[in-house]
């Protein structure tokens, strides 16, 4: 079941072909920075706005930082921090909308009208909130926008579950005798891990945005932090004159969140068992 | 003498959704006896769904009680495609009720499915296969009571029949009791010893199969025959009315053609008007 | 008695990425005025595909490859797209099995009726209720105007059967198809609206041609059969010789397999037809039920079978004995 639905995500070469640019951008913001060409934070008031060279591939800003480690360093807060209230948010969205979806009656209708609350409070305001009450710091931040992220999950894989729920299998297992446990992990996860896998990577596009768009606002994420929202706002004075410092961190914020868009799409595609039924 | 091995008495169960109640079941009692298939019939919305649930134990009823000699019980779905998990291989969907995952095999072979076919998927399969793998996992555990919930009503006509054969040589071979629900006469003639008649929650007549088909006494029962395709017959015409108004008494009283004053006012108990043959309707007492 | 509707050794394929597969084979049927003719068949035996080229509805990648549909004389394939559209929704009423997904669940009955008659025949408003009213009375609602003020969801199943039928109506077609319209109901309710259909057909010489999976319900409604097995009419004549002479040896295999009220409990045993259904997936040469056929020769399942015909009883078996 695994190997068809990997083989048809391999069929589908615009969800490929962003998956290849999307590793490719996440592995040179592992690797280059460990490599110590540039460091990102030093100042060299003395080559400010550096050509384009080997040296410099993306020259260099307007105190004379290298732009391209200071891209690629941006790159693991952004992608990074995404990632790390990404995992959060799925968990806990995750078990929350399975149990809540499961067991039903109290539990869930506080599961419900906990999310619906959540969910409609602005996130920046959430992370606001977190940020004067907790002090600030990077796990809070990813907290933070995890928090703002784990109604819509729940939501999700809460009605797959409350689908799945009536599915006379489960049914036959409950006859059968099995525990929920059993249940839970041998039947409602195996039937809702491609939805999850899905939410996953849509959670994750959102989180980007909100991670650079947290970043340009310079809430919980300041300079000289070279997060590509703040690295936006830093430069954001000189874009008439030097209209590249803020061309580039925008476009790796729009290619990351492209490519990720376009893997979920893929994904979706390639696991909906609907379209295996039919084959 | 025949054993009784199941005794449901006064089961009620309702459902609340929003602010409408509705009795799905409303004091229903009945025996099951070892080894007999009892076939539950009724319109869509009658109860027998639920009375299955209930017997076996997905649902719990609000009052009555069910006391059972049984030593094991099991049930089999409509859909074939909605019974068994879509990422399981077929001996692992049988053996989630085994101790010993070797016997897997055997209970596919007992149901006339190959060896071949254990380490298919579900959708790899016909709905009649998988119905073969539902019986299957039913019979895993060694139950003596099998409650089958249309187990043939979502197959093509040729399919059904080796189902119902399938289902009858169990009986013979392992003296299996069945609560047979279904909803068309046809198939529960063929296959059922006694037959109940649900309307709106409420046992209408239950009685011996012979009894019921070609003797029918309750309005209902004989409004529910009259409807039953079956080609070149003569039929009985049974015209009923359609008036909308609130009964507190007998669930058909509205469209009942024979219907009098204390039919909507009064609930009829169940009498035995012949051996194991059981009326709910005031006509039987003239 | 005439002619309102002929399909000609009708060939329809369908393109998959594996290859084409062949859903309907030659297949031949007529319906004259105030006939009901009923289509009988098991899931994917192509009589879904038969309803969708009438209602020219097929999916994208199926084509119709050869024959015709002769509706009143005029050929439907032969005409452009639009033009045939058009012949069709006046010529053709369709009744669907599930009359709730039928029915658009936001506007009310009148809404959704006369909607339809404003698109065929511009009419003003008012003449359309009342034609509504006047097709909703005579499908058997005494309550026309009452039931036309309410919503789908308002109704039971078997009224909104009745409403879906009204709407086929209502631009006055000649040939009405009914897609198993009587699968999702109760006992009950099927056999008001079998009575419904035979009185419609009766009164307004309405053609129906009744879709089913079962003889019995179609043997309680048509005048006759097409049996139909793996996109073929394997087998095709009046309702009394179907049952009482089946020729087909799928046909008899379907008689003896299903079960009767007649017979109770030991009385009779059930023939069960061996093997597994056809399937398009796995098409083979020559006919479609050899692979399950008792009597199948080799030369079974080499070439076509030819239809015969005898007393308006037509079979496709090459079998002699079947004669």
Known sequence: MFKRALKRFVRNRTALISLVIFCLIILSCLIFPLLGFNDYSSLHLDQQYAPFSLQHPFSTDNLGRDMFTRMMVGGRYTLGLSLLSTCLAVTCGTLLGMFSAYLGGVFDKAVVSVCEAVSAVPYILIVIIMEVSLGWGQGYFSLAVAIARIPSVTQTVRSSVLKLRDAEFISAAKVLGKSNWHIITRHVLRNVYSTILVRFSSTYAASIVACSVLGYLEIGISSPTPEWGRMVADYFHLIGSRGFLVFIPCLFISLSVLCVTLITHGLRDALDPKEYLHE | ?286 | MSKILSIENLNVIYRIPEGRRHVLRDVTLSLEKGQIRAVVGESGCGKSTLVNSLIALLPENAVIESGRIIIDGTDMLGSGQSNMRKLRSSKLGVVFQDPFSALDPLYTIENQMAETINIIRKTNRKRAMEKTAEMLEACGIRNPEEIMKKYPHELSGGLRQRVMIAMALLNEPEILVADEPTTALDVTIQKEILQLLKKLAADRQLAVLFITHSLDVAAEIADSISVFYGGRVVEEGRIRDIFNFPLHPYTQALLKTIPSIKYGKNERKLMPIEGEMFSFLNETSGCSFAPRCPYARKECFEKDPETRMLNGHSCACVLEEVW
Not at chain 2, 8 to 29: C, E, P, Q, W, Y
Not at chain 2, 41 to 59: I, M, P
Not at chain 2, 65 to 71: C, F, G, L, R, S
């Open chain 2, 1 to 286: 003498m025949k054993e009784v091995l199941i005794e449901v008495s006064n089961l009620t169960r309702t459902f609340h959704s929003g602010d409408k109640i509705t009795k799905a079941l409303d004091d229903v009692s009945f025996k099951l006896y070892r080894g007999e298939t009892l076939g539950v019939v009724g319109e869509s919305g009658c109860g027998k769904t639920t009375l299955g649930r209930c017997l076996a134990g997905l649902l719990k009823p609000d009052e009555g009680t069910i006391v059972t000699k049984a030593n094991g019980y099991q049930i089999i779905f409509q859909d074939p495609y909605n019974s068994v998990d879509p990422y399981w291989t077929v001996e692992s969907i049988v053996a989630e009720g085994l101790k010993n995952r070797k016997e897997a095999v055997g209970l596919l072979e007992k149901v006339g499915l190959s060896r071949q076919e254990k380490n298919s998927y579900p959708h790899e399969l016909s709905g009649g296969q998988l119905q073969r793998v539902g019986i299957a996992r039913a019979l895993g555990t060694n139950p003596d009571f099998i409650v089958c919930d249309e187990p043939v009503s979502a197959l093509d006509v040729s399919y059904q029949s080796k189902i119902i054969s399938l289902l009858e040589d169990l009986q013979r071979e392992q003296n299996l009791t069945y609560l047979f629900i279904s909803h068309d006469l046809a198939v529960v003639r063929h296959i059922a010893d006694r037959i109940m008649i649900m309307y709106k929650g409420q046992i209408m007549e239950m009685g011996k199969t012979e009894d019921i088909i070609n003797d029918p006494v309750h309005p209902y029962t004989r409004f529910l025959l009259s409807a039953v395709p079956s080609p070149f017959e003569e039929k009985e015409e049974f015209t009923v009315r359609n008036d909308r108004i609130e009964t507190g008494g007998c669930p058909f009283a509205p469209r009942c053609p024979y219907r009098k004053e204390r039919c909507l006012s009064e609930r009829c108990s169940s009498r035995e008007i012949a051996e194991e043959h059981q009326v709910a309707c005031f006509l039987t007492e003239e």
